[in-house]
């Protein structure tokens, strides 16, 4: 039953996600939480009661789940990390596991034409077994580096008690898989059944939490991001006079216009090192060294297309500092929507 109580709550947490007006990364990321969370609750509310005899063939993944909210913390992790956080292609490749996990269990239900409640009881011996228990290691792994990285970044002993009692409610669930973890490789229920109980005392406090302090993502994010620039390579720097300096560059000189702009040359009129000045963007700015070159080039772009009726778009494209038109092109595109051959068009 308190499992069961567990699952409402989660239940209660998604909705709100669903229903927010925030939508961002960390709404679909904290979703996808829930969602495992759900799913892995309801397994077990299957297994351990008179469902998995009435209805022995519903297949619930367990293996899956257990193994993909790995990856998922990972995303959480890096997005309250990093200022400037994205889904990097290497990332996928985390995914695999959890691929496996899905096309192992598949199999075994369809092989057995039973449900896998009779499949994880069988102590460590177990094929099935020793794979809930490699996903769980998995899982605790990705657990380990987002407490690492946040007590690394966080500054405990300054931030507000309200949002550090309510960091410390992420201590447990790895608690909880930590139980899960030893009741799989012991065959111990009492040990799983009070992992899963933390689950739901966890979702309990969480919901407290969401109540008090509606925006505590934003703010423990912030808090991180301010410690971790005062810890950064910025500290012997000027950076108002830097942010001064930079500004001029772009905004009278237009350097953006040389297509040979990179990084290292930026920081050396800057007189600061590539490593610091891409701090600078990251921190200061919220924005990488491309990023920030591209928009002031596609400004500039628009600029021309408005007031230079005689250049081509080509023109313009080189004019601005692209170096080739695919590049041009497909930039302006994610920028404004439309091509800059239908946004001169647009105009007239």
């Known amino acids: 039953m308190i499992v069961l109580f567990g699952l409402g709550l989660t239940g209660i947490m998604l909705l709100s996600q669903v229903f927010s ?14 969602v495992c969370i759900a799913m892995l609750q309801a397994r077990y509310v299957y297994a351990s009661s008179d469902l998995s005899i009435v209805y022995p063939r519903v297949f619930i993944p367990e293996l899956f789940f257990w193994v993909i909210l790995g990856p998922v913390i990972y995303a959480h992790t890096g997005n309250l990390t990093e200022a400037d956080f994205h889904i990097a292609p290497q990332f996928y490749l985390l995914l695999v596991p959890a691929l496996a996990a899905l096309i192992f269990e598949c199999s075994f239900f369809l092989e057995q034409h039973t449900s896998l409640v009779s499949l994880s009881g069988q102590g460590l011996f177990s094929f099935y077994a020793a794979f809930r228990v490699a996903g769980l290691l998995y899982l605790l792994a990705f657990l380990v580096i987002f407490i690492v ?3 690394r970044f966080g500054n405990f002993s300054s931030m507000d008690r309200k949002l550090r009692y309510a960091f410390l409610t992420y201590i447990i669930p790895v608690m909880a898989v930590i139980l899960v973890l030893l009741a799989s490789a012991t065959g111990n229920e009492v040990l799983n059944r009070t992992g899963f109980v933390l689950f739901t005392l966890h979702m309990a406090l969480w919901i407290v939490v969401e109540i008090h302090i ?68 990251n921190s200061r700015l919220n924005i990488n060294f491309k990023a920030y070159v591209n928009s002031y080039r596609i400004n500039e772009a628009m600029r021309l297309l408005r007031e230079e009726k005689d250049m081509t778009v080509l023109a313009i494209g080189y004019r601005v500092g692209f170096n080739s038109k695919s ?22």
């Open 21 to 34: 007006s925030r939508r961002d990364v960390w709404n679909l990321v904290f979703s996808l939480i829930l």
């Open 149 to 151: 990285r946040v007590l």
């Open 214 to 281: 509606p925006e505590l993502f934003l703010l423990v994010k912030e808090e991180i991001r301010k410690n971790r620039y005062e810890r950064s390579l910025l500290g012997g720097v000027d950076v108002n006079c830097a942010m001064d300096r930079l500004a001029r560059l772009m905004d009278e000189e237009k350097i953006f216009s040389d297509e040979n702009l990179t990084l290292p040359i930026l920081a050396g009129m800057l007189c600061m090192s590539p490593h610091q000045l891409s701090e600078l963007f």
């Open 327 to 348: 590049n041009f092109y497909s930039v302006f595109a994610r920028h404004a929507g439309k091509t800059p051959v239908e946004y001169r068009r647009g105009l007239s």
